[in-house]
Each structure stands twice: as structure tokens, then as C-alpha cells.
């Protein structure tokens, strides 16, 4: 199987981890809309959530773990939580992900998702990771 997300789960190529345990596995999204983007996956592969009736309470626990960091670690005032299913709703990776987007307060709303998307990853991460 060739799939970018297996891959990074195997270690097989780099990626920001921010959180992992049995079922799941979290990393920073290489192209944020705001400051500290991750993305949640199952360890299995799956390709979305529509495809699997246990995939998303598998790594819910994950997802919401994630959240708490990145409010913690990030000062992140809000959340949007989100998984795109197809091609047209964006997919790009046909691995099941949940895209956690930390919001705050300086750039509110949904419109403004998109806002901050020249980062330095390697200091969002050791932001979370200290």
C-alpha cells in the first residue's frame, strides 16, 4: 500500500508528532491554516469516515486530547474540528484524518480559518512538545 499517512506512522518519512498512543496518531498538518493545525489518524488505515462506522470513536479520545494540548501548550481560544470525505470536499490523502484547527481570539470566526499559513513548524512543536 502506498499511503503518505501509513508512512509517516511507520516512521518512514518525518513528520511533527504531537501526540500517539495504541489507536491513533497525531502530528502538525505542513501546510496550517492557524498556528498549531494538527492532524489526528488511526494507526489502521481507513480511507474516511463514512468508510468505517468505528473509526471516528476510535480516535475521538485522540482528537479531543489534542485539543487540551494545543489550548494548553498554544493558548488557543476555540477549536473547529473537522474531516473532509471525498475528493471534492478536499480530501487530498485517502487516509482517515480529523483536522484539529486551534482558533483565537484575534482572528475569529469561520471566514477566518484560513488565516495564518506561514508558520515555522519547528517552533510550533517545540512549543508543544517543551
Known amino acids: 500500500m502506498d499511503c503518505l499517512f501509513c508512512s509517516i506512522i511507520a516512521g518512514d518519512i518525518p513528520s511533527k508528532k504531537v501526540y500517539e498512543d495504541d489507536v491513533a496518531y497525531a502530528f502538525l498538518d505542513i501546510s496550517p491554516w492557524q498556528k498549531g493545525h494538527s492532524l489526528v489518524v488511526p494507526k489502521r488505515h481507513t480511507t474516511d469516515i463514512l468508510v468505517d462506522d468505528d473509526?471516528?470513536?476510535?480516535?475521538?479520545?485522540?482528537?479531543?486530547?489534542?485539543?487540551r494540548l494545543l489550548r494548553d501548550r498554544l493558548g488557543a481560544d476555540g477549536f473547529n474540528v473537522l474531516a473532509n470525505v471525498g475528493n471534492v470536499s478536499g480530501q487530498e490523502v485517502f487516509?482517515?484524518?480529523v483536522h484539529?484547527?486551534?482558533?483565537y481570539a484575534e482572528n475569529p470566526g469561520i471566514s477566518n480559518m484560513?488565516?495564518?499559513?506561514?508558520?515555522?513548524l519547528d517552533e510550533v512543536h517545540k512549543a508543544i512538545n517543551p
Open 95 to 97: 487516509h482517515t484524518h
Open 55 to 67: 473509526v471516528l470513536a476510535e480516535i475521538g479520545h485522540a482528537v479531543a486530547r489534542v485539543g
Open 114 to 120: 484560513r488565516g495564518r499559513i506561514d508558520l515555522d
Open 100 to 103: 484539529v484547527i486551534p482558533r
